[in-house]
């Protein structure tokens, strides 16, 4: 936040949650699970799970994560007020399938940091694919998104409604995928999107 004289001017996202670090896991079809671990996590932040696979749970080292929103193979898990130090996500099937996980720390979320979700999935050619939109209720949120097409698809930042920010993202063999995210500046309509995808997952953190 910048103040001159009495009046405080934000700027664009500056209350938002901020992005810290990432780790990300595929495993192909020898075992039931995929974990990927965090070093140096602060205290009180949230983690985003983004998983592609038949997932039939999350866990967590520390703390329970939450199901968020899921479509078309894709699941979007939270853990709030993460513990400090190192932490293990692994993302569980019934059956050996190919899973692959991303999982993002971000700071300055509230502690019951959800703010909306959507979710969308292209049946045909999709140049652009955007998620349901969400209303969100804080003046400034961060935008997560979570994207799938077919193995060999290039995947890129979506164009709206926010700017877009393309992060690690999985790179196991059998469906490309694509992390990204935004920050908003007014409470309002919102979704996801990416460009080159088929489907989408997407979701807002607030701030305290």
């Known amino acids: 936040m910048q103040f001159t004289g009495r009046r405080p001017i934000h700027t664009i996202g500056s209350l938002a949650p901020s992005y810290m670090q990432q780790c990300n896991n595929y495993q192909y079809y020898g075992s039931t699970s995929v974990s990927c671990t965090l070093t140096g ?15 039939t749970s999350v866990t967590a080292s520390s703390g329970t994560p939450t199901s968020t929103v899921s479509a078309n193979g894709l699941s979007a898990y939270i853990l709030p007020s993460t513990a400090a130090g190192s932490i293990t ?3 569980n099937s019934a059956s050996y399938v190919g899973l692959q996980i991303s999982v993002a720390e ?19 050619y999709c140049p652009t694919v955007s998620s349901s939109t969400f209303a969100t209720t804080a003046s400034s949120d961060t935008l997560w ?8 698809a290039v995947i890129t930042p979506g164009t709206a409604p926010v700017t877009w920010t393309g992060r690690p993202s999985p790179t196991g063999s059998g469906e490309a995928l694509f992390v990204e ?5 007014l409470a309002g309509t919102y979704y996801g999107q990416c460009t080159g995808a088929n489907q989408i997952i997407a979701l807002a953190l607030k701030h305290p």
Request: hydrophobic fraction near 40%; include cysteine; glycine fraction near 18%.
């Open 41 to 55: 996590v602060g205290a009180g932040h949230t983690l985003v799970i983004g998983v592609f696979g038949a997932v």
């Open 89 to 91: 996500i692994t993302a």
């Open 106 to 124: 971000y700071a300055n979320a509230a502690a019951s940091p959800l703010d909306g979700t959507g979710s969308y999935a292209c049946t045909s």
């Open 145 to 152: 998104a979570f994207c799938s097409s077919a193995g060999g």
């Open 181 to 185: 995210d935004g920050l908003t500046n």
